[in-house]
């Protein structure tokens, strides 16, 4: 199977659109029309995962983290990343990056984390703004359940726990086609009527190029009349972090207790104890320091992350737990969700999991 068949299967479940823009995902190094047989799926890519790579006979990788973040200005062999992206190119191996367009999606990275510490009725913490796009059209009575449902198969009028949501309204066509038309209805140089339906969907900016493609497909005027415009809600389905409600509700120490239970730490960092009760999570695995007011504002009662510096644990103010649990502790089940998802989407290609942790922090 060639890589570039591989990535359209990707892309169909992590859009790179829906990547962060400050990050680098996507086909990072090698070729697209290279022939691929196996994949090996990490966290991050080092040189153990390199030699795990070529032990499997993997031609491909794909990551959490990119390895290439930053700009490169020389790929040096006596440095980390000069020296595995070197041996990479040496050994012709690619190299795919998905990251936040995992974090971003539906039921997303911090999803996962909220079903491992057992929340219900998960949503987007930080609800992505200036991705949705409205639909209009109007379509001839007879053909309204067809252009609806290729609507629906694009991934329009999807909300929440909602999907086929749309809107519609009945009124009167009019256009007059010159000698150069072909109209379905109607004669060329003839003002024609017709009974029409308005209809208008809500869909994520990403999939605007499907939208109008299965629209155009299954619209039956020569010329389709539509308008798309931007809107200003927040996307409930695509964004950063989780928050959801505990079965029942805890002590602080029970909740930190729960972590150590449920997450591969020993060690906690944590602001003060307010003897208040935990009921409310709110989690964004990785690093989430920038997302602690927004916990707050969802009046969480707990904000579990990682990578908390000395001055954020002063932004509980009294109002909030916050539970430093490690970057790599948040996200350590990535490669195996990853792994489960690919090979439900591509089930007859071989995606390896890999066998290494490569946390860099160790604790003495």
Known sequence: MKIEKIINEIEKIFPTKTAEEFDNVGLLLGKSDAVC??????????DEIIDEALNNK?????????????????????????????????????????????????NGLSFYLG???????????????????????????????????????AGAGEIENYSKCSFSSEGKGRYLGNKESNPKFGNKEELTKTSEILISLVFPSHIKKKVIENLIETHPYESVAYEITKIENKNPDLGLGSIGVLPRSMTEKEFLELLKNKLPVNIIRHSKFMKNKIKIVSVLAGSGAFA?????????????????????????????????????????FIKNKLQEILMEKIPNFAFVASKIDNNPVKYF
């Not at 009046?299 to 430093?324: C, E, R, W």
């Open 115 to 153: 079903n491992i510490l057992n929340l219900k009725n998960q949503k987007k913490l930080i609800p992505k703004k200036n991705s949705l796009m409205k639909l209009t059209t109007y379509v001839p009575n007879e053909y309204l359940d067809l252009v609806l449902n290729s609507l629906y198969e």
């Open 37 to 46: 047989n196996k994949a090996l799926v990490c966290h991050d890519v080092t």
């Open 292 to 332: 602690i007011d927004n916990a707050i504002d969802n009046n969480a009662d707990v904000f579990v992350t990682g990578d908390l510096k000395y001055h954020d644990f002063f932004k509980s103010d009294d109002k909030i737990l916050l539970a430093d649990v490690g970057h790599f502790e948040t996200e350590f």
């Open 58 to 106: 993997c031609e491909l990788i794909i990551s959490y983290h990119p390895l290439i973040f930053n700009s490169l200005k020389k790929i040096n062999y006596k440095n980390r990343i000069g020296r595995i992206v070197t041996k990479m190119i040496e050994n012709e191996l690619s190299l795919y990056s998905i990251h936040t367009s995992f974090d971003n999606f539906k």
